[in-house]
């Protein structure tokens, strides 16, 4: 079993920039991808940005140059540096992890969720 944990989510102004943080705990290994998602009311959890391999990333399009997924394997923490904020960013982050190395961006083939923290972009 593995238990993830995200925090730094909050309210931001357009422009502004947020890191969140999602810690492991349990039967963690630092080779398998880590997940961004990011869930807006009445739409779809979608891809953010992953992790895997150590510092091999992928980003989805609407967010690639403006924010920076990234790991510390030795506090089993993965962190999201989020910069440029829009309105459109608005949304509840999850982090999730797959019993895999491969670049998941399904949300189907994750294995494990933290709770979710809320990011508000607005003016």
């Known amino acids: 079993q593995v238990q993830l944990e995200e925090s730094g989510g909050g309210s931001v102004q357009p422009g502004g920039s947020l890191r969140l943080s999602c810690t492991a705990s349990g039967r963690t290994f630092s080779n398998n991808v880590m997940g961004w998602f990011r869930q807006a009311p009445g739409k779809e959890r979608e891809f953010v940005a992953l992790?895997?391999?150590?510092?091999?990333?992928a980003y989805s399009n609407s967010v690639k140059g403006r924010f920076t997924i990234s790991r510390d394997n030795a506090k089993n923490t993965v962190y999201l540096q989020m910069n440029s904020l829009k309105p459109e960013d608005t949304a509840v982050y999850y982090c999730?992890?797959?019993?895999?190395?491969?670049?998941?961006?399904?949300?189907?083939?994750?294995?494990?969720w933290g709770q979710g923290t809320q990011v508000t972009v607005s003016s």
């Open positions: 999730g992890t797959a019993l895999s190395t491969l670049a998941i961006t399904q949300k189907e083939h994750y294995d494990y």
């Open positions: 992790i895997r391999l150590g510092s091999i990333t």
